[in-house]
DNA sequence: ACAAATAGTTATAATCTGCAACTGTTGCGT
DNA sequence: ACGCAACAGTTGCAGATTATAACTATTTGT
């Protein structure tokens, strides 16, 4: 058990996600729409059609506040509700021509800034870094285990 | 000018950060205590001790959220306001006991987390993760410019 | 000495969030 | 065919988080 080398790997992935994290948050703000609605339209831009509880799923939030993200989205025109012709409790959600534009210049935005990203990798390691990104990804989906398990023994509940 | 191998990075990099988001995100709000409130303290114990200011920018929030953010902490005894004695507007702020305690069982419950996340990685494969994820942190934070540079000129802006 | 700059706090308002309770739809067992 | 549980989705509410603007207090520079 390599205690040394957890603590290397959780002090990166921390630095890395709290960076990105950042840049999301300060760029999406600066153009009238929330980071929510920026992800949701990004999913659902990714996904094609997708339907309100998945689409929380796959974001992590309540399906309630996703009814009201979507609710937002709709009312500026950048997505649509479809009902479902085989199971009227499903609701198919879809991008307007506003929204798939949308999607598409901020696909083409995030793949121009990580392509700045590469071009500050030294060229001989940057497959090397690509592989380690998606072994990293891997294990990280697969952990099955929370982040934070000793919180609610160990740590001091107030 | 590879556009191909930076959609792969762009790929990766969002799952990466959007799991272990909402890995943190639910696994903040079972020990009541805000995400916001848990990484200003893991911050501060990293640091010893730090002025608001300073931590606001390390956090990437407003200063006055930061204010506020580090009373619910000194209210709920996990961290204490002292005045510094050389420039009396400066805030010196550290964890208390309960704090400091909180601060080292996280730490510990992060390294246990990516310590299973290593060993999901096949161990030949470690060190070169490893390495890779510095590479790429690095890159990251030398990297200027925005995430979403088109935003302000290309998207519709509602 | 006095204006500009800096660190920090409070007032206000807007937004985001989730739990509980609700409607409407479908599938299943009898 | 009926009733009931399960499911998708929405709204009421209440709490938490956030940033902008306006403020106090302290220091620095001229």
Redesign the interface.
Known sequence: ???H??????E?????????????????S????SLAQC?AIMEIGRKGKINPNDLADL??VDKTTMSRTINNLVE?DLAVRHLNGGDRRYVVIQLTK?GQ??FE??E???????????E???ED??S????????????????G????????S?????
């Open positions: 058990m390599d205690w080398e957890s603590s290397i790997l959780s990166r992935a921390r630095i890395l996600v709290r960076h990105l994290g950042n840049l999301e948050k300060n760029d999406a600066c153009c009238g729409i992800h974001l992590g500026s506003n534009r949308f210049n901020t083409t935005d995030m793949k121009r800034y990580f392509q700045s990203v590469l500050r990798i030294p390691k940057r090397q870094v690509l592989e380690s990104l998606e072994i990293f990804k891997a294990a990280v989906k697969n952990c285990c929370a982040l934070y398990t000793g919180w609610k160990t740590h001091p509940t107030q």
